[in-house]
């Protein structure tokens, strides 16, 4: 898959080769997220506790240092230096430990992951659990994904106010930046690098449905989720979307948007924006993959017989497009 097509619907995803899974079934009490952002602040913060457990030095801490931080491998002379320069600056010190205050229990975020991650393994068994991971990453990475590995960087997710994040960040990118967003991104990180893209990356409809796929299983894999979660808005953006459905198609079709070969024409309708080029300034951004979450909707109501991996097959765009009876005046 083309790496341009990953970075549409999340801040980052790194594709990386690390070992030592560990596996979650039925007969596992459920997931259990890694705490390596702990295991790393006692390492960092405190002279006596120098030890990493196994399950992360050997799996994770290789990747971490030489992928994430790009300091080099932990085994490598003055790595510990490094490392605790990195973090010794002033505002990530301070990153750290208001990221440790805040997500002092996740046990709400782990149980919820851990549900999605059920309905998700139900649906495709042939997908191989990975071993889970929090991290901190200095607002580098955001979700790390690996044969074996799935990890979010929690710093990414202290608030949309967080202080530092104004500095950096624009408000529609912060809105990304809350709590809630994480269990979501986990599943949706998953998703993007295990069902990766099929079809024509320069052409709106299909990436659009892509996307609009992914945001579908995120509605299967976590039910009690508002609709406008699903696909990262707040309700406010989900009832301007929904209001103005009909202008949405009608300037998709006018403009002969959705079928043109033009890469940067598809990306203004998926890409993290203020407001959707072609649009009002009052729509938000991303109004493709929203766009795409309805159509594909529209499809699996009539067709309800259809499974989530028969979805996901389904990479005749237009054909789905067809198929699904989409009609913006119809649909709510």
Not at 183 to 190: A, C, H, M
Not at 307 to 319: A, S, W
Request: proline share 6%.
């Amino acid at each position: 898959m083309n790496i341009r097509t990953f970075f549409c619907a999340l801040f980052c995803l790194l594709l990386l080769s690390c070992s030592n899974r560990k596996m979650y079934s039925e007969s596992h009490p459920g997931l259990q997220i890694i705490r390596f952002d702990n295991y790393l602040y006692r390492y960092l913060t405190q002279p006596g506790d120098r030890e990493i457990p196994d399950s992360c030095s050997k799996a994770f801490f290789p990747a971490y240092g030489e992928k994430i931080l790009r300091i080099g491998h932990p085994d490598s002379p003055g790595f510990q230096d490094r490392l605790r320069t990195f973090f010794a600056e002033p505002a990530l010190d301070a990153l750290y430990r208001d990221e440790q205050t805040k997500f002092a229990d996740i046990s709400e975020i782990n149980a919820e992951l851990s549900q999605g991650m059920e309905r998700l393994f139900s649906h495709f068994p042939q997908l191989k659990p990975p071993a889970v991971y929090l991290h901190v990453s200095g607002l580098n990475q955001n979700v790390i994904v690996t044969d074996e590995i799935l990890s979010l960087s929690a710093d990414k997710y202290l608030g949309a106010d967080y202080p530092l994040y104004q500095d950096f960040f624009y408000a529609y990118q912060r809105q990304q930046m809350s709590p809630d967003r994480m269990v979501p991104d986990y599943l949706l990180g998953f998703l993007m690098a295990n069902l990766p893209f099929e079809g024509n990356e320069d052409v709106l409809l299909d990436r659009m449905l892509y996307e609009g796929k992914l945001r579908y299983l995120l509605s299967q894999f976590l039910p009690d989720r508002n609709a406008w979660e699903w696909v990262a808005y707040n309700e406010e953006q989900y009832t301007w979307c929904l209001t103005h459905q009909s202008r949405i198609w009608k300037t998709v079709l006018e403009n002969q948007h959705l079928f043109r070969s033009d890469y940067v024409t598809a990306s203004q309708y998926l890409k993290e924006a203020p407001h959707t080029a072609s649009l009002p300034v009052e729509s938000p951004g991303r109004v493709g993959i929203w766009l795409g979450y309805r159509i594909v909707a529209s499809y699996m109501k009539n067709h309800p017989g259809t499974g989530l991996p028969e979805l996901m097959r389904l990479t005749d765009y237009r054909e789905l497009l067809k198929l699904s009876k989409y009609h913006p005046d119809k649909s709510r």
